[in-house]
């Protein structure tokens, strides 16, 4: 699927996430307790999820709305409902070689970590800009960033 232009609000990220349970449950790839299960997922955010994307029990995937509200996690959207949806599918909470193969056939990274900005961060350290960021590195010397500068 095409990757957003712009941020996306819950209901549209929520749109997003049933049009990729929807193509998931094509995958040739996967058995029919697999596909059944994947259509059957019932997927919602928490706002419980603070810092984790999301998670499965059973088949209910709830997703994070406190990190996906954050511009800059959505970009991990789509891997982290392919990530509850393969657990959907395998009924396992671990990520195991059977969890990968799922996670990997229906286009999942099989990442288990994630890099999103967490609740915890965002009390922590509030955004700072790329020029302060810049500034702050060249006044410690260090080596900026490959693109770092570009656009301050
Ligand atoms: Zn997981």
């Given at each position: 699927?095409?990757?957003?232009?712009?941020?996306?609000?819950?209901?549209?990220?929520?749109v997003?996430a049933?049009?990729?349970?929807?193509?998931?449950?094509?995958n040739a790839?996967l058995?029919?307790?697999e596909?059944?299960?994947?259509?059957?997922?019932?997927?919602s955010f928490?706002?419980?999820l603070?810092s984790?994307g999301?998670?499965?029990?059973?088949t209910?995937?709830e997703?994070s709305?406190p990190?996906?509200?954050q511009?800059?996690?959505?970009?991990?959207?789509?891997?982290?409902?392919?990530?509850?949806?393969?657990?959907?599918?395998?009924?396992?909470?671990?990520?195991?070689?059977h969890w990968?193969?799922?996670?990997w056939?229906i286009g999942?990274?099989?990442?288990v970590?994630?890099?999103?900005?967490t609740?915890?961060d965002?009390?922590k350290t509030?955004?700072?800009?790329?020029?302060?960021?810049?500034?702050?590195?060249?006044?410690?010397n260090e080596?900026?960033?490959?693109?770092a500068?570009?656009?301050?």
């Open positions: 699927m095409q990757a957003p232009t712009r941020p996306q609000t819950r209901e549209e990220l929520l997003r049933k049009a990729l349970q929807a193509v998931t449950v094509l790839h058995t029919d307790g596909r059944a299960r994947i259509r059957m997922a019932r997927i928490s706002e419980k603070t984790c999301g998670q499965c029990t059973g209910d995937v997703l709305g990190l996906f509200d511009p800059e996690n959505q970009f991990d959207f789509d891997d982290t409902v392919l990530h509850e949806l393969a657990h959907a599918a395998v009924r396992e909470r671990g990520h195991n070689s990968k193969c799922v996670a056939s999942c990274s099989g990442n970590f994630h890099s999103m900005r609740m915890k965002v009390v509030p955004p700072v800009s790329m020029a302060t960021r810049i500034a702050k590195m060249k006044l410690n080596a900026l960033p490959h693109g500068g570009r656009r301050v």
